[in-house]
């Protein structure tokens, strides 16, 4: 009988070791690329996160308990305070999925995740904080991390059931685990070039406009409001008044400077390099003479308002305020549905930053201001990965390109003291505005991130400035590039490298199965032991309960 038994006992151990295996059957494992939080160092103080590396199961950010987890949310579900939670518990990475299509997310969600993009941006976090674009995979993970959250309604007894025999999870992993690098080895490159005006020793209008980007994310920073719509105007206005310039009855007692600038969202320090490269170290420059004014185009792709943001009150009689009288009288006589008004701010020279690209002038005595369709300069609008091409209205950005066009022929050409009409249009006909080159040049703008840590390194990035610098040339004189490298011992900004990183993702059983499972194990084989120990006595049980049913 010992060896029927043992052969028993040996199947159902097969059986057994069968369904364990089964269970820790390996699972296909899906590889991504997320991209890092901002981490860099500017005027003494530290932005972004400070963590990179990344291994742990992903949560639901509904989930009560997130410590060493890593939250996963989508746009729609990111707050503050969602993220800020997620820090007090100690979470080991925060994992954000974006849409593909932001044009597909409600107007509502996109701004209430802008706002909280600014605000998360404000400070450092020690957690890693990863941006991810949606796939099949990651949503399916998703959904399935949602659900198990939603069980927290059930009992205790039924959801540690539950979560021990029928959930799975997901464990988020880096492929590469280098330790982060600083970097000071920045570079900004500033593009210029000049229209030369009537008169030899005419004064000059200066139009410039930075041309990198900004959000939570650098690699999926796009920035078509702000500020490719500033770039698209004035590349706009460099091809069209290149045609007035270009006849001598029509060239104006005026020269037209053109600039395009970068660190534009760090403190203009593109800017602020050129500015000092000729004041303080050309020997001769536009700068250094008669100066009329600075205009900065900044997010002007949307809305029915345009604020001119000045650093003190214009003067009467003074350029700026001329120019502001003749923008009035544009608005008012062929588009009086946009509201116009004028926003002082004084710069306080206690604070190392400013907010808008005319402070940096301001601050060297320069006539300047910025013209934007934003009132507060802190606006969440200004730095967002949700700054796509979907939020760009194309109908509006060509309006504005012509307000500001109109504007400046009338003030350069006096047309107001020579009895022209208010609502006289210059720009029209082989001078209208192109619908289809602006929407080819943003789309170019738009085509590769333009955040500035990337502009001097990647090739599409660098070609990228390159295609700005043939537009300057296929129309302006006197153009020059301009690249500016930081001190090495005495940085303006420090970066940080590891921004763009493959995670693999594994689908696993939990910890809790392997219990549950192990538990079922023993309680089987203390009954097989048992069966086997008592086989007789339980032979003989069997035998009698047949006898007697049979009799």
């Not at 009560?64 to 939250?71: A, D, E, Y």
């Not at 809305?303 to 009150?313: A, Y």
């Not at 006197?478 to 590891?498: A, L, M, S, Y």
């Not at 023993?522 to 007789?536: E, G, R």
Request: proline share 5%.
């Amino acid at each position: 009988m010992l060896p029927r038994e043992l052969s028993v006992a040996a199947v159902l151990l097969l059986c057994v070791q069968s369904l364990h295996g089964s269970a820790f059957h390996p699972v296909s494992s899906h590889e991504f690329t997320a991209y890092r939080m901002q981490q860099y160092n500017l005027v003494q103080q530290k932005y972004g996160c400070r963590g990179a590396i990344l291994g742990a199961e992903a949560r639901s950010a509904d989930e009560p308990v997130l410590t060493r987890r890593c939250v996963i949310m989508k746009v729609m579900d990111f707050t503050t305070e969602k993220y800020l939670e997620a820090q007090r518990q100690n979470a080991a990475a925060i994992l954000i999925l974006l849409p593909t299509n932001i044009s597909a997310v409600p107007y509502d969600s996109i701004q209430s995740f802008m706002v909280s993009e600014s605000e998360v941006l404000l400070k450092e976090i020690l957690i890693p904080v990863y941006v991810a674009p949606e796939d099949e995979k990651l949503l399916i993970m998703y959904e399935e991390v949602k659900q198990a959250a939603a069980t927290r309604t059930l009992s205790i007894f039924v959801r540690v059931l539950r979560s021990m025999v029928t959930a799975t999870a997901f464990q988020m992993s880096l492929s590469n685990t280098a330790a982060i690098k600083s970097s000071t080895d920045t570079t900004f490159t500033t593009l210029e070039g000049v229209l030369p005006g009537a008169e030899e020793d005419a004064p000059t209008i200066v139009i410039t406009a930075h041309y990198d980007s900004y959000g939570l994310a650098p690699w999926l920073s796009y920035g078509a409001d702000s500020n490719g719509s500033g770039v698209t105007i004035l590349l706009e206005l460099v091809r069209l008044f290149q045609k007035l310039f270009s006849s001598p009855g029509t060239k104006p007692p005026f020269n037209l400077m053109f600039s395009l600038t970068g660190g534009g969202k760090y403190n203009f320090l593109g800017t602020k390099r050129w500015i000092e490269d000729h004041l303080d170290h050309a020997e001769s420059s536009l700068l250094h003479d008669n100066v009329a004014f600075v205009l900065c185009l900044d997010t002007l792709a949307n809305s029915d308002e345009l604020h001119m943001h000045v650093s003190r009150p214009p003067k009467p009689d003074s350029p700026i305020q001329s120019f502001l009288e003749q923008l009035e009288e544009v608005v008012s006589s062929r588009f009086p549905w946009v509201k116009v008004g004028l926003v002082h701010k004084k710069i306080n020279l206690v604070e190392s930053s400013v907010v808008w690209e005319h402070e940096r002038y301001s601050l060297r005595r320069i006539p300047s201001f910025t013209l934007s369709r934003l009132e507060d300069p802190k606006s969440e609008l200004r730095g967002s990965m949700l700054d796509t091409m979907s939020q760009v209205d194309f109908r509006k950005m060509k309006r504005n390109g012509v307000i500001v066009a109109e504007t400046l022929a009338r003030y350069m050409y006096n047309l107001s003291d020579k009895g022209s009409p208010k609502d006289m249009q210059v720009f029209k006909g082989q001078l209208d505005f192109h619908d289809s080159r602006m929407s080819s040049l943003m789309s170019s703008l738009t085509s590769v991130p333009r955040a500035t840590q990337l502009l001097d390194k990647e090739p599409a990035h660098i070609l990228l400035v390159n295609s700005l610098e043939h537009e300057f040339k296929r129309h302006l004189q006197q153009v020059h590039r301009h690249t500016f490298r930081q001190d090495k011992k005495d940085p303006d900004i420090t970066f940080f490298d590891q921004m763009s990183q493959q995670i693999v993702m594994y689908r696993v059983k939990p910890a809790a199965f392997d219990l549950f499972l192990g538990g079922c194990i023993a309680a089987y084989l203390a009954i097989v032991y048992y069966t086997i120990q008592n086989f007789d006595y339980l032979y003989i049980k069997l035998k009698a309960a047949a006898k007697y049913k049979h009799e």
